[in-house]
DNA sequence: CTGAAAGCGCTTACAG
DNA sequence: CTGAAAGCGCTTACAG
């Protein structure tokens, strides 16, 4: 579980006071950049420092003033691009603001979740960013992290506690998709795929409900499609669904990877996206420029959201007494070929 | 830089002996499952526990005990969903084994790296599994983490130190995707990608040239093509060599994303992957199977190879004096549509 | 089986 | 401007 630090000791401020003929004290003033030490002091350690390879014990340092310098990161799907980047987003910040980052991925799990959030809090994080996996227990976890760590919620809102929240705006996404589809001429549009129990799901269907009852359309229950956000699931379900699109000329997709899925199986079916059905997605993946036709969709910078994550977070850290707040990121339509189908 | 742990006092050993009338080093034999204590004790001493809602203060522990919980992840590109998935394999098996993984992700900046090294180093990890910076210097790496801490390299080869080193059987794989496409009747085969700077490409290559010599055929330097491993890069290289391709009739790419370049531009040329034109990726991405044809690519499994990184890196804290091991993880060739096209 | 004492590497009043 | 002393939260011989 934790290894002994074999090898050479390690050398510490009393080997450089030693070695330079000064007090611990002094050596601990040079380090922290004191303007109290005389000049010539100074570059007598600075010398022993570096002759000696001196390098700091922040956790001792940490010990000792009573601070953290690490802020946890717990993620529910490392492997899904949009959270990948923003974990480099926020690493980056937080690296910059001379934080560490302690990566804690939970695969969806809220049991690992659990496991995970207890070991960093034994850590001492100054905070911790909380992409929670599907299902977890937000009371739980104010039981776990306790009433004084700093948290920022990301991504899908988790009830138990009144944490600071960054979420995509979800609903501004799907109403600028659903204007954009209408502007084309289309009115009988289907909103494809997600959960309806998540809240992102939720948020993104009323803008796309917003849009259509904003112009003259009341949607059909049979629109509103539930698929698991998967590329394979949504592929299947287009043909389960196949009665329900005779009439529907276009969609809005609750992600890219749907939207993908779907342009299968429409595919498979005979139909032609960006010919004769219009779709759209949503995280702009990477594969969205490169597919054919490419897919109009939003574009939501995960990697800078990760940076608002980080900045966000410090702030908390640094006013505990503040109103939490929940903070909806910009997305941005991106129109590409997906979308260009006629009207039939 | 570092913030207060402002709010209330944590509970200390201290609080909870008091709580439970016994001494501090009761408490910590207590917590550290030491079967000396007395039953009653022990139970007297997990109630106050549990009722102060007491958090075990690791850093404190680390540094009594001079041991470390920490392994530093540095990653040369986290938004590559292969190195993403390696990251959570990592971290899941270092969370198993007790450890608490810290993350560095370097954008495939020598700078970023060397600042990022330097910060993990003063929070005194274990050991340091490091996927290397494009570029990045190996004797600067090693002044940073000094002779004594644990290192695995991982993917790409750093000069500098006797390291332990994880890598893709390189040479294999594309000696599978060679040999495919001579069983399927090509000749003319083309290595497509990579940087011939870089140890993975050279290696690949040198597959790909075992594979054509064993069969008999001597490749082309022409046949040999160099392009930076990014789709756009890719489809523009194609262009620019359409004389080249004129007689070729497969090409095994460097990786999945040149294979997808590739495909995008013989389309654009009015070639048909999979029909008359047969080609090979590396690496297994999602959009492998996904594509039209599906890709013939080598699947890496990166999850379990960063669960294997972790273990190995493990297995080094554990003995330092070891020699240093070159590992070599294997790859499966996976068969799919795009490399069906019939000798033209 | 339990307690008193020392110490991990650092920092910070407090004297001088 | 510099040093002696105490202490952060924990653990570990050492007595008893």
Redesign the interface.
Known sequence: ????????K?VTVTDIARASGVSRATVSLVLRGSPLVHADTRAKVEAQLKRL?Y??????A??R??????VA?VIND??N?F???F??GV??AL?E?????????T?ESPERQH??LA??????P?GIILSPAEHSDGEQVQRLV???TAVLVFNRELPGADWDFLALDNRRGARLATEHLLALGHRRIAFFGGHADSSSCQERRQGYIEAMIAAGITPEPRWLVECTPS?VEAARTTAELAASYTDVTAAVCYNDNVA?GLK?GLIARGLRPGQNFALTGFDDI??AA?TTPPLTTLAVEP?ARGRQAAELL?ER??D?DAPARHIVAPVQLVVRGSSGAPVS
């Open positions: 579980m934790t290894t002994p630090k074999s090898g050479r390690p390879g390098v700091y014990n922040r956790a001792a940490n010990l003033r009573q601070t953290s310098s690490s990161l490392l492997s691009p959270f990948a980047e974990a480099a690493d980056e690296g603001a001379g934080y560490i980052t302690l990566l804690g991925s695969n496991a995970v070991s960093l809090m034994e850590h001492s100054a306790g009433a004084h590329r993908l299968l990477p594969e490169q990697r410090l850290v640094r505990r």
